[in-house]
T-cell receptor, first 115, second 108 residues
Framework: EAQVTQNPRYLITVTGKKLTVTCSQN?????MSWYRQDPGLGLRQIYY???????DKGDVPEGYKVSRKEKRNFPLILESPSPNQTSLYFC??????????????FGPGTRLLVL | AQRVTQPEKLLSVFKGAPVELKCNYS??????LFWYVQYSRQRLQLLLR?????SIKGFTADLNKGETSFHLKKPFAQEEDSAMYYC??????????WGAGTKLIIKP
């Protein structure tokens, strides 16, 4: 089944403990993106990647890192999580080079709580 | 700054009544506009885009450049339309800018 997967789906951690949220797509999509969703704020883009080894900052990149070593994977790394990073995180991918006209396919979301 | 505004956090209508979810965007060139939907326990998914001029699940949305609006409409709401709806527009870097979302509840 063509889809975007994220792991873990739920995570509780403590301030300062490094964590990684994985994202993988099996659709051979070039474009991948990470969003965070917070009440009243909608989705805000953290980082995106147009292709392998190409990543760019979105609107709220502070405190996050990403890498795109292979086409299918786009992990989100929180080197030193803080409580203000408690949020619902979505990974998305699309076929082409990231133009907004491309339909984005979303993962199921990862709910993160940083204590 | 480029923005998308969905003024209603929550919209509740009775089954069979018309529905209109409002979306206004900040003017900047010729943006692409989209509506995405998230049903309960499902993933966020594309509902429709303005360039397609299509009707999906009975929903339509017309781009009004004069009013910078892209309201989502359906003449007769159904219970299965209950969901979270997000309006989004493209920005100058071809990324999407999202509204805060409107939760639509269809009452039986």
């Amino acid at each position: 089944e063509a889809q975007v997967t994220q792991n873990p789906r739920y995570l509780i951690t403590v301030t300062g403990k490094k964590l990684t949220v994985t994202c993988s797509q099996n659709m051979n999509h070039e474009y991948m993106s990470w969003y965070r969703q917070d009440p009243g704020l909608g989705l805000r883009q953290i980082y995106y990647s147009m292709n392998v080894e190409v990543t760019d900052k979105g609107d709220v990149p502070e405190g996050y890192k990403v890498s795109r070593k292979e086409k299918r994977n786009f992990p989100l790394i929180l080197e030193s999580p803080s409580p203000n990073q408690t949020s619902l995180y979505f990974c998305a991918s699309s076929l082409g080079s990231g133009r907004a006209q491309e339909t984005q396919y979303f993962g199921p979301g990862t709910r993160l709580l940083v204590l | 700054a480029q923005r998308v505004t969905q003024p209603e956090k929550l919209l509740s209508v009775f089954k069979g009544a018309p529905v209109e979810l409002k979306c206004n965007y900040s003017y900047s060139g010729s943006p692409e506009l989209f509506w995405y939907v998230q049903y309960s326990r499902q993933r966020l998914q594309l509902l429709l885009r303005h360039i397609s001029r299509e009707s999906i699940k009975g929903f339509t949305a017309d781009l009004n450049k004069g009013e910078t609006s892209f309201h989502l409409k359906k003449p007769f709401a159904q219970e299965e339309d209950s969901a979270m709806y997000y309006c989004a527009r493209s920005d100058s870097n071809y990324q999407l800018i999202w509204g805060a979302g409107t939760k639509l509840i269809i009452k039986p």
